[in-house]
């Protein structure tokens, strides 16, 4: 229960949308939340036992409320957002969009000047953006620099000085890129309607101002003003070339935002399109880490605050990828199931997993040890494993018709194998096609053996197989009375399912998954360390068989012949004196001739 004073500022807070803030006993803030109805939502955390461990750490420290009232539940989603990322509380989800972003502004002036930027510092001016990188946003200025005038200086420009010939022209206006209005060579309503046309263009209204320019190239061809016609045509041409360049076109929507959205375990990766006329004007993708357990309608929230915090204006229209039960004043959230809005959600999700991807290979370059345990973790939930499986061990068989069966052992250690640690089992009590037993006994073999020499066991131990061959391993590990402290699972090759024991149905992880490729990579290291071995082993065999059909050659010769050679190859290089040192004058002599004799033929054959 939570304490009196603590249920008292709860009794005082308005029934009201507003954004409340958690501090501990020493001030620190902990959490920052949003809500539709401040009272209600505040209290809820004290009404039923937390949901996970960290939210119940969370509510005891709770030990001063505060509280901002705001007059809609969107000002509560952005004013949410912006606090998180001025304060970063310690329970807050981790908005990934530190970059600093480019933007262009319109400054609030007489004779207004365009200026790039990176931060959100200037007064009384208008922002466009912020731009994915600043390749996009040059690529935009360099069109305005050929479609208008703006002026380039920091003269404060007004019609009185102008009027008195206080302002001289500058090498802008020789160079043809300003038309002067500092002495009056351009009108200031001139000049605002370029402005005016350079908005609609930053806004992704470009259609309108086509239409104009179109307009204005057809008049002047009619009073056969030809060189300020092509000037027109050509001004036409490069805003054509620019629309078709910077934009998706999506002919029957208006103006709506499309959300996206992949969660993967505490990470979720959010993508943003925004749609002006029809045209994807804009597009931005972010990473956030859930502290607190949030559900996916609460991340993606926190996410559409954060976009909508940074564009300045909202669409009353929103698509997303499921149902959002929030309540917005004037905002619609639309779930697609067709036409060019599903296709436009379609195009959103796969930018967030090109996002999410990208991310992690940067991850794995830039920091690999926070990678690989971010990735254990997932196989740790995915799994519903009691422990992170930082040792994990895969067996898979190889065998010829039940003939010279062997098993393989391999060792992933922190993400990566242990191939020091690999083992191969030559199976000795099946005869037969019988993998489920072959399985059981390389199973019982290893930790057998693991648990005399007191050596650390494996937390997840992968069965290359389906329900058959893990119902064998579980035999094996019980009868060890391991059960309790290794996790088994298996992997069936033809739907690529994931089977635990004493669950009948099999675990469907998604095809993309990171933690299934993980979980293939292990089973595909184990496949080939034992068909390697097999084909070695048979081989052996093979020429085992060979070797002991010459004189004076038998079992316990051939298995010195491979102890002190270790292939045909060495004992073809080696010379007379070598096999005398290693089996006698006389002795070694004869192996030497014999084998000397039939040793190219066996080299060619294997």
């Known amino acids: 229960m939570p304490r009196e004073d603590v249920l008292k500022q709860i009794e005082l807070l308005p029934l009201k949308p507003g954004v409340y803030q958690f501090f501990d006993e020493k001030g620190n803030l902990l959490y920052i939340g949003k809500a539709q109805n401040l009272r209600k939502r505040v209290a809820s955390y004290f009404q039923k036992e937390p949901s996970s461990i960290k939210l119940k750490l969370l509510v005891s ?9 705001v007059s809609s539940s969107i000002d509560a989603l952005i004013l949410e957002n912006n606090l998180i990322k001025k304060h970063q509380p310690k329970y807050n989800v981790l908005l990934r969009d530190d970059k600093t972003y480019p933007w262009i502004i319109i400054t609030d002036e007489e004779y207004p000047r365009i200026i790039k930027t990176r931060d959100k510092t200037y007064r009384n001016a208008e922002y466009f953006g912020p731009y994915p990188s600043g390749r996009m946003m040059h690529s935009i200025l360099n069109v305005f620099e050929r479609l ?3 002026r380039t200086c920091q003269l404060k420009l007004n019609e009185k000085d102008i009027q008195k010939g206080k302002f001289k022209p500058c090498i802008s206006f020789q160079l043809k890129r300003c038309l002067a209005p500092c002495i009056g060579l351009q009108s200031h309503e001139d000049y605002l309607h370029m402005v005016q046309q350079a908005k609609k263009i930053l806004r992704g209204n470009i259609k309108p101002v086509l239409q104009e320019i179109e307009q204005q190239m057809k008049s002047f061809a ?3 003003e030809f060189e300020k016609a092509q000037e027109m045509k050509e001004k036409w041409q490069l805003l054509k070339e620019y629309q078709a360049k910077s934009v998706v076109s999506f002919p029957h929507l208006g103006n709506v935002d499309v959300f996206s959205m992949i969660r993967d375990g505490e990470y979720a990766y959010v993508n943003f399109f925004r749609i002006v006329e029809g045209n994807v004007v804009y597009g931005q993708s972010i990473e956030l880490k859930s502290r607190l357990e949030e559900t996916n309608e609460e991340l993606l929230l926190l996410a559409i605050g954060n976009f909508w915090a940074m564009m300045g204006e909202n669409p009353t229209e929103v698509i997303v990828p499921f149902p959002i039960h929030a309540k917005m004043d004037h905002i619609k959230f639309v779930v697609p199931k067709k036409g060019e809005k599903l296709e436009l959600l379609k195009l959103s999700l796969k930018n967030a997993t090109e996002f999410k991807e990208r991310q992690q290979k940067q991850l794995l370059q830039i920091n690999p040890e926070t990678y690989i345990d971010n990735l254990l973790l997932k196989v740790q939930s995915e799994l519903n494993l009691s422990q992170k499986p930082v040792h994990i061990e895969c067996f898979d068989i190889s065998n010829f018709q039940g003939e010279e069966a062997v098993a393989a052992c391999v060792v992933f250690k922190n993400g990566k194998p242990s191939k020091s640690e690999y083992r191969i089992f030559h199976i000795k009590t099946v005869t037969g096609a019988n993998d489920f037993a072959m399985v059981k006994e390389s199973v019982f073999r ?5 648990v005399e020499e007191k050596k650390e066991l494996p937390q997840l131990v992968i069965i290359d197989g389906g329900k058959g061959q893990l119902s064998a391993a579980h035999e094996a590990i019980q009868a060890l009375k391991l059960q309790d402290q290794i996790h088994l699972i298996g992997i069936a090759k033809k ?7 004493n669950d009948p149905l099999p675990l469907f992880l998604n095809k993309k998954s990171e933690v299934l490729k993980f979980i293939q990579r292990i089973r595909d290291e184990a496949h080939r360390f034992a068909l390697k ?29 491979f102890k002190f050679f270790g292939s045909l190859e060495n004992m073809a290089k080696a010379d007379r ?26 080299i060619n054959e294997k």
Do not use: C, D
Not at 61 to 69: D, L, P, Y
Not at 446 to 450: G, V, W
Not at 539 to 554: C, R
């Open 533 to 561: 071995n097999h084909r070695k082993y048979r081989s052996q065999q093979v020429l085992s068989s060979q070797l002991k059909s010459l004189p004076g050659i038998g079992e316990k010769t051939v298995q010195k012949l």
């Open 148 to 150: 208008f005038y703006f």
């Open 446 to 450: 290893r930790y057998k053996r693991l």
């Open 61 to 69: 420290k709770i030990n001063r409320i505060e509280f901002i009232v």
């Open 495 to 501: 739907l690529e399912e994931i089977f635990k024991t």
């Open 222 to 224: 009619e009073r056969w």
């Open 577 to 602: 004196f070598t096999f005398i040192r290693h089996f006698g004058a006389n002795r070694g002599s004869r192996i030497y001739v014999n084998i000397k004799k039939i040793l190219p033929t066996l």
